[in-house]
């Protein structure tokens, strides 16, 4: 997702509406996800380490704005 605004951008898992991520801060207790923004990147990219197939789904990234601003992405482990 590309966007400038650090505090705004959320990810989310949408099968059980799970915060992921907002900013740069991290609300999984599950280590293998992350998210990535290079230096002076407006690329926000939610990293899943080793993913597995209980981690298909729909995931989105939500920019907090009015009206909010999201895309959704269908990640699938086989």
């Not at 650090?6 to 996800?33: M, N």
């Amino acid at each position: 997702m590309l966007t400038g605004n650090i505090e705004r951008v959320s990810w989310i898992r949408k099968r059980d509406l799970h915060i992921l991520t907002a900013g740069s801060t991290t609300y999984t207790s599950d280590q293998r996800f992350q998210v990535l923004r290079p230096d002076n990147s407006a690329n926000w990219t939610l990293q899943i380490k080793y993913p597995q197939p209980r981690d298909s789904g729909v995931y989105e990234c939500q920019i907090n704005t009015e009206p909010k601003m999201s895309l959704s992405y269908t990640f699938n482990v086989v």
